[in-house]
């Protein structure tokens, strides 16, 4: 890792990572203040998981969920405005537009394509070759032990993909375009290459479709968990919380300009699969992106894997063998 060892706190020439949970500022203000910014994400969990384990089945259906997420974004970035974690990640105009594009690139043709190929046809298609008779215990669990699985398993292949992506070259060509974001905001997750986007996306949640219920109160712990990964706003987050879930502190660092402390925090909502596995750092960073913050342009993220990977090709043939380019890792 670059930079020297200041007690806890890595101090390098252009990235500054800041290691351990006593070295980060708390919020500033008063016991209102003080109290909203510790109970805000507690609180919103434990309000969506009583919403969809209360609501009426008129209701509990996936369109609720979306409109409820859209407006939950909506309060986030309100957020984002009250009391921002660092002025330098501010939103402008030009990141707005930009991170809008991916969000409605989401919502339009990759759901299209998702429809097609994606994690819940390959479900459907597996789930012809079981028994699914032998699975009926499930549904006798207590509704909240069920939606834990469901998200914790989804959160684990996630996990795995997320950590191949920084590992096996050809995954991370198509991940790497995620890292030359310069600072976090609430629609943040959505940006990247379409290719990326598809493929961490896939996961087992078509195995439980016959579970809506359930179903719907796992999506609470992504909602209200996951959604804190990219977003500006100072918490003075609970350390139980920090030590279950993932936080954007922990995700600020896996953007970080350091090579090392990005690879890191991988998980998407629980960060004790991270610590399970040794690849959990407890810390912060302000200064992200790769190739010391360089901002990349949609056009440039749409074609990035593939110019990189006929870059690649070629220097293999000239060399008659495999070396990973310097371009194919984080800077530094």
């Known amino acids: 890792m670059n930079g020297i060892r200041v007690g806890k706190r890595i101090i390098g020439a252009e990235s500054p990572v800041t290691i351990g949970w006593e070295n980060i500022p708390r919020v500033e203000g008063g016991p209102a203040k003080q109290f909203i910014f510790t109970w805000f994400q507690p609180a919103m969990l434990l309000a969506l998981l009583a919403f969809w384990y209360y609501a009426p089945n008129s209701i509990a259906k996936a369109s609720t969920a979306i409109g409820i997420g859209i407006g939950f974004k909506v309060l986030l970035l309100g957020l984002e405005w009250v009391n921002p974690r660092y002025r330098s990640w501010q939103l402008t105009w030009k990141e707005l ?10 919502y339009t043709i ?3 394509v998702d429809s097609y190929i994606g994690s819940d046809v390959m479900a459907k298609g597996i789930q012809h070759a079981f028994h699914w008779d032998k699975f009926t215990w499930f549904v006798g669990l207590p509704l909240l032990v069920q939606a834990f699985l469901i998200s914790f398993l989804f959160d684990f292949g996630q996990y795995w993909m997320h ?3 920084h590992n096996w070259y050809p995954l991370w060509l198509t991940h790497a375009p995620h890292h030359y974001i310069t600072q976090l905001n609430i629609n943040k997750g959505a940006v990247g290459n379409p290719v990326e986007l598809f493929l961490i ?3 087992v949640g078509g195995f439980f479709d016959f579970l809506p219920r359930a179903f719907l109160l796992a999506g ?5 968990v996951s959604t804190y990964q990219h977003i500006n706003v100072r918490f003075n987050t609970p350390a139980w ?3 279950v879930f993932n936080t954007t502190e922990h995700h600020s660092l896996h953007h970080s300009r350091d ?10 909502t629980w960060i004790f699969i991270d610590r399970m596995f040794g690849t959990c750092v407890d810390g912060e960073a302000e200064l992200l992106g790769m190739e010391g913050g360089r901002r990349m342009s949609i056009v440039e993220q749409m074609h990035y894997p593939f110019t990189e990977a006929w870059k690649t090709l070629k220097a293999k043939l000239g060399r008659g063998r495999f070396d990973t380019p310097e ?3 984080p800077a530094e």
């Open 97 to 106: 537009t930009t991170d809008l594009f991916y969000v409605g690139l989401g």
């Open 110 to 112: 990759l759901r299209i």
């Open 163 to 165: 950590r191949g992506m």
């Open 201 to 203: 996306g896939l996961g």
């Open 220 to 224: 609470s712990f992504g909602m209200a």
């Open 241 to 243: 919380w920090r030590f």
């Open 259 to 268: 090579y090392e402390a990005s690879r890191s925090n991988y998980s998407g």
């Open 327 to 329: 371009s194919a890792v």
